[in-house]
Nanobody, 115 residues
Framework: VQLVESGGGLVQPGGSLRLSCAAS????????MGWFRQTTGKQREHVAY???????VYRDSVKGRFTISRDNAKNTMYLQMNSLKPEDTAVYYC??????????WGQGTQVTVSS
């Protein structure tokens, strides 16, 4: 299984981005999936995850701003990020959740929020 993240970029504070996570296999059909992020010098942290049934969990700092969704038929997961803040700047990764699978980590996609 390979996970490929995309959709990152440079955005001004208050702006929006939509991240995508595409899987090469049918991982989405049998696993809860989530988004994680990491900044230089810090540990990777959980951002949000979604179960196979569609239930969602968010870290407190992104509640009301980020929305996670999945399309099992397309083996794709999304993270809609609105009202972005400079502290959201990080490399974003997708993986199984809430416990990530070590050998599934991909390259991630860089999100930079700056004026």
């Amino acid at each position: 299984v390979q996970l490929v993240e995309s959709g990152g970029g440079l955005v001004q504070p208050g702006g929006s981005l939509r991240l995508s996570c595409a899987a090469s296999g049918s991982i989405f059909k049998i696993n809860a999936m989530g988004w994680f992020r990491q900044t230089t010098g810090k540990q990777r942290e959980h951002v949000a995850y979604i179960t196979t049934g569609g239930s969602t969990v968010y870290r407190d700092s992104v509640k009301g701003r980020f929305t996670i969704s999945r399309d099992n038929a397309k083996n794709t997961m999304y993270l809609q990020m609105n009202s972005l803040k400079p502290e959201d700047t990080a490399v974003y990764y997708c993986n199984t959740a809430p416990i990530p699978t070590n050998h599934y980590w991909g390259q991630g996609t860089q999100v930079t929020v700056s004026s």
